[in-house]
């Protein structure tokens, strides 16, 4: 059961492991996904996509340092912070209040999956 399990994470891992994307293909991907959620019309989506390319490009110059996993998630939320700022400016209210409902599901989504990714590791059912 335990080598199901430990073969289970394994295939679970490695696309995250694949997943090295620049940031140019990041901030696309992003501003596509907002774009879908959204309705942004031309001009936001031009400028979300600047604000996520600067981001992803931040975060990426930050991580080739190497810092610890606590620096690096400190430097995600900060950037994450200014980013927010930045769509504030540029959503109207309604576009605002749909990204901060798909922010929090998507918080509580990756919450569940560590949360099944510890039961697996401790072997707890």
Same mark, same amino acid.
């Given at each position: 059961?335990?080598?199901?399990?430990?073969?289970?994470?394994?295939?679970?891992?490695?696309?995250?492991? *694949?997943?090295? +994307? &620049?940031?140019?293909?990041? *901030?696309?991907?992003? &501003?596509?996904?907002?774009?879908?959620?959204?309705?942004?019309?031309? /001009?936001?989506?031009?400028?979300?996509?600047?604000?996520?390319?600067?981001?992803?490009?931040?975060?990426?110059?930050?991580?080739?340092?190497?810092?610890? +996993?606590?620096?690096?998630?400190?430097q995600k939320d900060i950037v994450g912070d200014l980013k927010k700022a930045e769509y504030k400016k540029i959503f109207t209210a309604a576009q605002f209040k749909k990204y /901060?409902?798909?922010?929090?599901?998507?918080?509580?989504?990756?919450?569940?999956?560590?949360?099944?990714?510890?039961?697996?590791? &401790?072997?707890?059912?």
């Open positions: 059961m335990k080598k199901i399990l430990l073969i289970l994470l394994v295939f679970m891992t490695l696309p995250c492991l *694949a997943d090295k +994307k &620049t940031p140019i293909e990041k *901030a696309k991907e992003k &501003t596509e996904e907002l774009q879908k959620n959204l309705s942004l019309t031309p /001009e936001q989506n031009k400028k979300v996509y600047e604000i996520n390319l600067k981001a992803y490009e931040s975060i990426d110059a930050y991580e080739a340092k190497k810092p610890s +996993k606590k620096l690096k998630k400190k /901060e409902e798909l922010k929090k599901a998507e918080k509580e989504k990756e919450k569940a999956e560590k949360k099944e990714l510890e039961k697996l590791k &401790t072997g707890k059912k």
